[in-house]
């Protein structure tokens, strides 16, 4: 199987559910990634291929619907910090139910469609077939907001986004010529404090392992963490390079991540929160 067919919406839903299963029954976004990428065994060409429509690579973008759908069937739950765990349901899911969850969903929003033919809007996602999207998610809404603010806005945005997760003493330098640093802060942990250097782009296209490198050679003597945020992806030699033996560790916080944070913190993104009813029938008939 080419690393093209690996991204077919049914070839990563299993994969998905292992990725989780083999992390003891919850992950990250990252280490969904990372185990999808590991199992498929797919090349860091592939892996870095972009979608055609915002920030994120396709394969980041595929894992997010496939994460929808199993969270549609009742075999995934997510957590406000964008913990994946695996249901009851998802345990037990075979290859095969996996291999059929876009049909599976896809037919129910059909028969649903047909019940409420009269109804003008439909606010189920539907793909049709492994190339429609079917519209653009909350994510990708805020990426391209975000790729619209300049880049000063971008960093006051992470200043903004650091103070708001605890950092103190959190300025914005941008010199030129400084290795790619664009602000130092403060994070103290208990009775611990650590001088933390951040950088801050809106980029186009992946980040390499050279601006880690370059950013890393800033550090040295000034800081005792570095965090680089991008509106954009980071290639997995990127991100090896970021966690290499025997050289400070860098966090890196990609776009979907940010988005993430600044739902978390409620930094421009409202979560509406939508009643459902649940009927119980057997109350009236016990009356």
Not at 206 to 214: E, I, K, L, Q
């Amino acid at each position: 199987m080419s690393g093209l067919e690996s991204l077919a919406y049914p070839n990563l839903v299993g994969p998905v559910l292992i990725a989780i299963r083999d992390l003891g029954g919850s992950a990250t976004i990252e280490e969904i990634e990372d185990g999808v990428a590991k199992a498929l065994n797919l090349s860091d060409e592939i892996l870095s291929l972009p979608h055609a429509r915002g920030s994120r690579t396709e394969f980041q973008y595929r894992l997010a619907w496939v994460r929808t759908y199993l969270k549609k069937v009742g075999a995934l739950e997510n957590s406000e910090k964008a913990v994946w765990t695996l249901t009851e349901y998802g345990e037990r899911m075979t290859p095969d139910q996996a291999r059929r969850v876009f049909q599976r969903v896809n037919a129910e929003s059909r028969a649903l469609r047909r019940a409420n033919a009269l109804a003008q809007d439909n606010a189920d996602i539907e793909l049709e077939d492994e190339d429609d999207d079917g519209g653009e998610s909350w994510v990708d809404q805020l990426l391209d907001v975000l790729g619209k603010i300049t880049p000063a806005a971008f960093e006051r945005l992470s200043q903004r986004l650091l103070r708001e997760s605890g950092f103190t003493k959190v300025e914005v330098t941008g010199r030129s010529g400084d290795g790619g640093v664009d602000g130092i802060g403060v994070l103290r942990m208990n009775l611990v404090s650590f001088q933390v250097l951040f950088q801050s782009k809106r980029w186009q296209g992946s980040v390499g392992p050279s601006v880690v490198r370059d950013f890393r050679g800033a550090m040295v003597g000034r800081a005792d963490k570095g965090i680089i945020i991008t509106t954009s992806t980071f290639t997995a030699e990127a991100r090896r390079e970021a966690t290499r033996d025997g050289a400070p560790a860098i966090d890196l916080i990609d776009g979907e991540a940010l988005c993430v944070l600044l739902k978390e913190r409620k930094l421009g993104v409202g979560v509406r929160i939508v009643e459902e009813m649940d009927i119980d029938p057997k109350f009236f008939e016990s009356i």
